[in-house]
Structures are given as structure tokens and as C-alpha cells.
């Protein structure tokens, strides 16, 4: 609950914001010495990319209704770690890239469970 107070996504989400603004030279300077502190620090606060709704209408593959989309995050060396998300035909979509020898797959689907849980249960 402690974690939650303090709305952790929001930093992320206003680098993100931030960087966007810079050149893209200037951008790929600051994610790499990011990257540097986070792995000699161990720690890394996860990234939530919002991918958007992807498709208001069915999509068609040929003539075959597509059902459901994953869009596929790129995977992050440990200890970073970003959460994608998206929509299609009313349906939030979770995704994390990761090197399974690095993450125990077990532990990334056990953390989306727990997001699923807490957006499924605002009001906890």
C-alpha cells in the first residue's frame, strides 16, 4: 500500500513525457546511463508502456476475423522490466518482454496476475 501511495508509474510515465522532448541523441544518452546505475544498483523501477487501442472495428486477417492480439514488449535486461498494455474489441491486454534466464517466468506472470488484480479491484 506504502508503494502504491506514492503512484510509482507516474515517474515513469513523466520521464517518458521528458524525453520525448529531447533529441533523439540526447534521449539515448540519458536511457543508457539509466541503464548503467540501474544494474551496478541492482534495483530498477518497472516501465508501464501504453500501447493504446489498437483497433476499434474487427480487424481481418484475409477474410478471417482476427479474435485477439498480443503485442509483443521488447525485453529488458534485469533489473529493468517494462509492462505493455493495449486494447483490441474491448479487451486489455498485459505484455512483458523478458530473458528467461534472467526473470523466472513464473514470477512475471505471477506479477501480472497481481496488476490484473489491482485494476480489476480499485476500490481495495
Request: no cysteine; net charge positive; proline share 6%.
Given at each position: 500500500e506504502a508503494i502504491k501511495a506514492n503512484c510509482p508509474g507516474l515517474s515513469s510515465a513523466a520521464a517518458m513525457m521528458l524525453l520525448r522532448t529531447l533529441s533523439y541523441g540526447?534521449?539515448?544518452d540519458i536511457l543508457l546511463d539509466s541503464e548503467r546505475k540501474h544494474r551496478l544498483s541492482g534495483?530498477?523501477?518497472?516501465?508501464?508502456?501504453?500501447?493504446?487501442?489498437i483497433c476499434e472495428e474487427t480487424m481481418l486477417f484475409g477474410s478471417i476475423p482476427?479474435?485477439?492480439i498480443l503485442p509483443l514488449m521488447p525485453a529488458f535486461h534485469a533489473p529493468a522490466f517494462m509492462l505493455g498494455a493495449s486494447g483490441y474489441k474491448n479487451m486489455l491486454t498485459l505484455s512483458a518482454g523478458f530473458y528467461s534466464d534472467e526473470r523466472e517466468e513464473v514470477g512475471v506472470a505471477q506479477f501480472l496476475q497481481m496488476v490484473r488484480y489491482e485494476w480489476m479491484n480499485p476500490d481495495r
Open positions: 540526447k534521449a539515448k534495483f530498477s523501477a518497472p516501465l508501464l508502456s501504453n500501447l493504446g487501442k482476427v479474435i485477439e
